[in-house]
Every structure is written in structure tokens, then in C-alpha cells.
């Protein structure tokens, strides 16, 4: 009866955050716009990175939002599935990217793809639920059939492309939980976007099919505006605090749970089971407020006219998204302490494009702290987490450095139609640096082990 009770919290919980999504686009002014802006942002390709505010409008983008996460929740509840940690990540990773590349359109060929591979299966659906939310992962691949292939302007929703999408959709439907069940055997477990290398790969094939290998151009999507900070950090503020008043509302032992959350490695750890709902709830309102925080006091450092320029990140679609898949894994596996060593890592890479170009190495500086692509990009680096859990504070600065330098170059291999780019960079890492420290070092805890003989020698 305890785990029926814990999905049921966490289904309710995600419910009030897509509730909470609506409220917030309700909430953020131009009314006249909201659903026409919401169209707009569903018949539009969506190849990554498409700023939502931009394209529909603040209220708009925020609606997709809710839209999104009110289908995750349907899925979930009409198939009975079993909620857990995982499916926590699955559902704000979706709902993360419905800011600036997923749409409420773009998700059904997925959902309907792992249908028919619990059909195939003789699987029920609801057993299969998460992974018929990361396979949305290719959904710019989904807009791109329905609205735009094979041209490079948009001409439409059609028949013909809604049955391509469907098709798509099925294949990547009946391919991705097999690929998601392999994946963690090239991370050792260590990426907890775990679903990143397998949606990467199969993203890399389809656009050698689609684009490379059949000759067809590809069309470029990103367009990013000026964001709205002010806005976002008020509804995040709400939104986290109600985490952390929930959670010590909920049980009176919760701080010493999440004391003991706190010294987790999060290494194939789900939160929900190990320490409960209110010490994860804890965990969402203090991780929350601590990504925050770090967006708004982070900023890029260049040089232009002789002079230091300081530059602080903009609160675009992309930028509101990547808090909100950065907090995808706040139920299994993430919290401040072993993700601070991942952005202490993506500012020490930071200075490697800032020193070439100073020294003259460089024509331009390539990107800072606050390039739109890195604020992505950290946001799946932060999947590396069990790195510095496991292995300690320095192997996490160094993931998160290799991390920094790969992320913006691996696109290239899927043409920007993978929306878990940095996930799929994260297992890439995971898969050069993990057998290096296994070679070299030892984890945290057996390093410890072997110190107190000999400090009870002594």
C-alpha cells in the first residue's frame, strides 16, 4: 500500500506543477495573445534552440508548458503506471523543453509509438509510461515532418505529414526502450540523462536519413529574444518555495532525512524510495532555489575595446527550460552539493576560449558562462552528479570541464534535432572519463575506508 501511496503523491505533485504552469500563464499579462500565441508556438517547427517566449509570447509559452505536463499526467494516470523517481525526471524533462522545443503537438506520435511497442510487447502501457516520455526526445524531428520537411520554409500542417510523424513516431517508439535499457552499459550509470545517448544516436541516424544521407538541406531554427527575468524568478521563487513548506509540513523527521539525502552519492539512487516524498520535496525547493541562484548570479566574461565585459544570462524560454530540466532529476540522483563541482568545472572551461582570444590565439571569442548554449548545457551536465558523489569534488570539476568543451560541437552530429543534446554529450563524458578514474583512483568511500585503519593505527 506504501508505494501505491507514493506514486499517488507524486502524480498529485506533478499535477499541481502543471496546474501551477497554467496559473503562471495566466498570471503573465497580454490575454488577447495567449491562445493564438499558443498556436503559433504547436505549428511551428521546433528544431533546437526556439525561444517560446519569443516566438508565441511569455503566456503562451507558459501554457504549452501546462499543456504538456497536463498530457504527461493524463499518460500516466490513464495507463496506471507506477510513478517514481524516474518518472519525475521524465516528466520535467518534457516539460522543461515545452519552453523551447516540444510542443503539445509534437509529444503524441512518441506516446503513440511506445503504445504500439507495448502492443508488440504484450507489455501493459502503463509499465512503459516513462519511456514513452523520453522518447519525445526527437520531437523537433515530429514538428519538422508535420510542418516544414522536406522545404526549409513552413507551409502548414498537412495529411501527409501528420502520417510521417505518426510513422516516425512508431519506429522511435518501438526502438528507444530497448536503446534506453542498453544506455546505462556505455555510462556505467553515471549519466543520469540516461535516455540522452540513446535519443543522441538514434537522432544522429535519422538525420543522416532524412538530411545528410538523402541530400535534403536542413533548415536552422534557433531564434532566441530578450527574456523576462523578472517574471520567471517570481513564479520559480513561488513555485520552490511551496517544495520546501510542503515538504516540512508533510513529515516532522524530514530534516533529518534530507540530512541523510545530503550525503547520498545520488549514484542509481531514486530519492522518493530511499528517503520519501517530503525529504524529496525538501530536495526540489532547496535544489530549485539553488539553480536559481545560479542563473541570475553567473555572467560571461569577454573582452571588447580593451575592456573586461561582464555579461549576466538572459531568463529566455531556453534559459527557463534548462531550470526546469536541470531539476529533472531532483528525485533521483541530483541536489546542490554534487552539482556544485559540475559548474565549478563549466567555469574553469570557461576560461579556455576567454585566455585563447585574450592572448590572441583566437580571431573571437566562442562562447562565455552565459551563452545560451552553455546555459543548456549545464543544465545536462548537472546529470554527471553521481561523478562527484561517487568519486569526489575534483573528478566533478573535471566532467563538468570536458562537458563545457563538447556540448556546443555535438550537434553537429544530429543537426540540433535532439533535444537532450547535453544529455547524450553527458554520456559521452561519463564514457571517456569513468574507466580513467576506475583505472586510477578509487571512489570516495573506499578511499575513506582505507584511511581509517590507518588512522587507527596511529
Request: with cysteine; aromatic share 16%; hydrophobic share 50%.
Amino acid at each position: 500500500m506504501k508505494g501505491k501511496d507514493t506514486s499517488g503523491q507524486i502524480l498529485l505533485i506533478l499535477l499541481g506543477f502543471s496546474v501551477a504552469l497554467i496559473i503562471g500563464a495566466l498570471c503573465a499579462g497580454d490575454l488577447g495573445n495567449l491562445i493564438p500565441g499558443f498556436i503559433t508556438i504547436i505549428t511551428r517547427p521546433s528544431q533546437f534552440t526556439m525561444d517560446y517566449f519569443k516566438l508565441g509570447g511569455l503566456g503562451s509559452a507558459f501554457l504549452n508548458a501546462g499543456m504538456v505536463g497536463l498530457a504527461c499526467c493524463g499518460l500516466l494516470y490513464f495507463s496506471k503506471a507506477k510513478c517514481t523517481g524516474l518518472t519525475v525526471a521524465a516528466y520535467w524533462l518534457n516539460v522543461g523543453f515545452a519552453t523551447f522545443g516540444m510542443t503539445f503537438t509534437n509529444i503524441w506520435p512518441f506516446f503513440f509509438g511506445v503504445w504500439v511497442y507495448s502492443r508488440l510487447k504484450k507489455v501493459s502501457f502503463g509499465s512503459v509510461a516513462n519511456q514513452a516520455m523520453f522518447a519525445t526526445a526527437l520531437a523537433p524531428f515530429a514538428s519538422e515532418l508535420m510542418f516544414r520537411y522536406p522545404g526549409l520554409e513552413t507551409r502548414g500542417f498537412t495529411f501527409t505529414g501528420l502520417l510521417l510523424a505518426i510513422l516516425l513516431g512508431v519506429f522511435v517508439g518501438c526502438v528507444m526502450p530497448s536503446l534506453c535499457a542498453h544506455s546505462p552499459n556505455f555510462h556505467k550509470g553515471y549519466d543520469l540523462y540516461s535516455a540522452g545517448p540513446a535519443a543522441g544516436f538514434l537522432a544522429f541516424f535519422l538525420y543522416c536519413f532524412l538530411y545528410l544521407g538523402s541530400g535534403v538541406k536542413v533548415p536552422s531554427n534557433t531564434d532566441l529574444g530578450d527574456g523576462h527575468r523578472a517574471f520567471v524568478n517570481v513564479f520559480f521563487i513561488i513555485v520552490f518555495t511551496a517544495c520546501l513548506c510542503a515538504g516540512a509540513m508533510m513529515d516532522k523527521d524530514v530534516f533529518k532525512k534530507y540530512k541523510a539525502l545530503w550525503k547520498s552519492d545520488g549514484y542509481k539512487t531514486d530519492y522518493t524510495a530511499a528517503f520519501g516524498v517530503p525529504a524529496t520535496l525538501l530536495n526540489m525547493g532547496v535544489y530549485g532555489l539553488f539553480i536559481l541562484l545560479y542563473y541570475n548570479v553567473v555572467h560571461g566574461m569577454t573582452i571588447a575595446d580593451g575592456q573586461l565585459v561582464f555579461t549576466p544570462a538572459k531568463f529566455t524560454g531556453a534559459t527557463m527550460g534548462a531550470i526546469m530540466c536541470m531539476f529533472a532529476f531532483v528525485a533521483q540522483g541530483t541536489q546542490p552539493r554534487t552539482v556544485f563541482p559540475i559548474m565549478v568545472g563549466y567555469a574553469v572551461a570557461s576560461l579556455v576560449p576567454f585566455l585563447f582570444f585574450a592572448g590572441g590565439l583566437a580571431e573571437a571569442q566562442k562562447w562565455t558562462l552565459t551563452t545560451q548554449a552553455i546555459l543548456v548545457g549545464l543544465c545536462f551536465a548537472s546529470g554527471l552528479a553521481p561523478v562527484s558523489g561517487k568519486w569526489g569534488f575534483f573528478p566533478g570539476v573535471i566532467a563538468g570541464f570536458i562537458h563545457a568543451l563538447l556540448v556546443m560541437n555535438v550537434p553537429l552530429l544530429h543537426g540540433g534535432f535532439c533535444l537532450y543534446n547535453g544529455g547524450f554529450t553527458a554520456g559521452i563524458v561519463a564514457f571517456l572519463l569513468i574507466p580513467v578514474l576506475e583505472c586510477f583512483t578509487k571512489p570516495v568511500e573506499e578511499r575513506r575506508a582505507a584511511k581509517e585503519p590507518a588512522a587507527a593505527e596511529k
